[in-house]
């Protein structure tokens, strides 16, 4: 009895093998329906942010010289912090659509002479979360600092949470920064 694998394979299996690899291999392009819209959303994403940048100037600008009616004390800050914030989902959706591009389809040629520490080349789905979640992590550090900004304090227990949450903030941030070093000390 022969092996199968070792049977020759006529002309005609090999025609539909190639085109069956070709076909999974070129399956890698449906990437860009989640790399496209990626891009779009960070720049809808900058754009909003932008504007609220520029309605916050507005309105700054307005209660200095004309004496708006509302007091921008009351907002500017959190204002602020919201628009870094959208910034910041804005450059992980970037992250996300540039890396997943790069991994499945081709490398950026402009990324690459940037070096590797670029947040865009990414050489792994590791790496790619990796910088994904450093982002998202700052995001949420960004929108606790405006829950804080907003905070008022009803009995003095609500402080000591506010302190234990920093506390807990601080030391991810600390781990994350040591798991950091140790991986970049294994590559």
């Given at each position: ?26 399956s ?12 779009l ?9 932008t ?18 009616v509302?007091?921008i ?22 992250i996300?659509?540039?890396g ?10 402009a990324?690459?002479s ?6 865009f ?5 590791d ?11 700052l ?12 905070i ?36």
């Amino acid at each position: 009895m022969s092996d199968p694998a070792e049977s020759p394979k006529t002309p005609q299996s090999g025609k539909w093998e190639q085109g069956l690899e070709g076909l999974l291999w070129n399956s890698r392009y449906l990437v860009m329906l989640a790399v496209l819209p990626s891009i779009l959303g960070a720049m809808v994403l900058f754009v909003i942010g932008t504007m609220d940048i520029v309605r916050v100037l507005w309105q700054t600008v307005q209660y200095y010289t004309v004496g708006g009616v509302t007091d921008i004390h009351d907002t500017v800050v959190t204002d602020i912090i919201i628009a870094i914030d959208i910034y910041l989902i804005a450059i992980v959706l970037m992250i996300f659509g540039l890396g997943v591009y790069r991994l499945f389809v081709s490398q950026i040629e402009a990324s690459e002479s940037e070096g590797p520490s670029h947040p865009f080349n990414v050489k792994s789905f590791d790496q790619l979360k990796d910088k994904i979640v450093r982002v998202v992590i700052l995001a949420v550090i960004i929108e606790f600092f405006r829950a804080v900004v907003d905070i008022h304090f009803s009995t003095p227990l609500d402080a000591i949470y506010l302190a234990l949450s920093a506390l807990a903030l601080a030391a991810s941030l600390y781990l994350m920064s040591l798991a950091y070093k140790a991986s970049n000390g294994k590559e």
